[in-house]
């Protein structure tokens, strides 16, 4: 991913996990060798400050910044590249607005795309580098394929140097070498990193989703919350409300423990 500015000695990248990551998540994963992800959702410019001048106390390692809100004030933008961030993460929603103005920055732009109409709208508004979701994530999912049917065929629609990065149910190293393997540059993983240390998911749920597999694991269609398009893996609770904290996706039957996020790319570094 040099075209783009990333040299990963780990081919990892944790996940935009919503209010669940944060400057010490991010920050973990990118000194590790990783590439550390923090969600910018509507924030305020005093908060986003605050989150960025933390990040930086942290690491001075690359880390993706996801735009994961519909609208976001063009001064987030502004304040996120002069505090030195060149690494974006785009979706269907906001893509079309931000990439080109991304672009103008400096910065480059990695949408996250589930199919093939998403796949070729990233394209044709000139992505940087393309973000796969296979339809067994957890979270919001807006793919209906796996990755096996979509990454090689993606591999070889943008050629050899485009950046890809593929993840959606992916938990261990033989994971991490399998999507490399179909031709992505790089694992991407969201459950895992929610279940470590440094995630800011309450301990209690954290502790649940372990005890949990993957068949008490359900995608709600149910239309609501931030992302009332997308249906969300999520897990099966009668008391607990639908929240961020207890999405997986269908590695989870594969995660046991809650390191901490360096162990964690460690491990899945091939
Ligand atoms: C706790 C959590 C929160 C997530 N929040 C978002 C989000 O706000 N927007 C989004 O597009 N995807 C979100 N996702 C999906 C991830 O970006 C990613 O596609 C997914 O985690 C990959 O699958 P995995 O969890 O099986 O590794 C979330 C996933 C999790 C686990």
Redesign the pocket.
């Known amino acids: 991913m040099n075209s783009v500015g990333l040299s990963l000695p780990a081919p990892v990248v944790q ?4 209010g ?1 990551d944060g400057p010490r998540l991010a920050a973990a994963v990118s000194r590790a060798g990783g590439l550390g992800t923090l ?1 910018l ?1 509507a924030p305020t410019l005093g908060a986003t400050r605050v989150r960025l001048a933390r990040l930086r106390r942290l690491t001075m390692r690359p880390v993706l910044l996801a735009f ?1 809100g519909e609208w976001e004030k063009p001064e987030v933008l502004n304040l996120c590249v002069a505090a030195g961030h060149r690494h974006f993460q785009v ?1 269907w929603w906001n893509g079309p607005r931000l990439v080109r103005r991304i672009q103008d920055s400096g910065g480059v732009a990695l949408w ?1 795309v589930g199919n093939q109409g998403q796949i070729d709208e990233a394209l044709a508004h000139g992505a940087d580098g393309l973000i796969v ?1 296979g339809t ?5 999912v ?1 793919s209906p394929r796996t990755l096996d049917e979509l990454v090689p065929g993606l591999r070889a629609q943008v050629g050899a140097g485009f950046p890809l990065i593929a ?4 938990a261990t190293c033989e994971d991490v070498k399998r999507v490399l393997a179909l031709g992505a540059d790089a694992a ?5 990193f ?1 279940l470590s240390q440094e995630s800011q ?1 309450p301990r209690s749920h954290k502790l649940r989703l372990l005890r949990a597999a993957n068949e008490q694991l359900f995608l709600d269609t149910q239309l609501v919350g ?2 009332p398009c997308s249906p969300r893996r999520r897990l099966l609770t009668h008391s607990l409300p639908d929240e ?2 207890l ?5 989870l039957s594969r995660i046991h423990d809650l390191p901490s996020a360096a162990q964690i790319v460690h491990r899945l570094a091939p």
């Not at 067994?136 to 919001?140: E, I, L, R, Y």
């Not at 993840?167 to 992916?170: F, H, N, P, S, V």
């Not at 991407?188 to 895992?192: A, D, Y």
Request: proline residues 5%; glycine residues 24%.
């Open positions: 996940a935009a996990l919503a669940c969600t959702c994961t979706f996250q979701q067994q994530a957890g979270g919001p807006r993840g959606g149910g992916l991407l993983l969201g459950t895992r929610l998911a931030q992302w961020p904290s999405y997986g996706g269908e590695g």
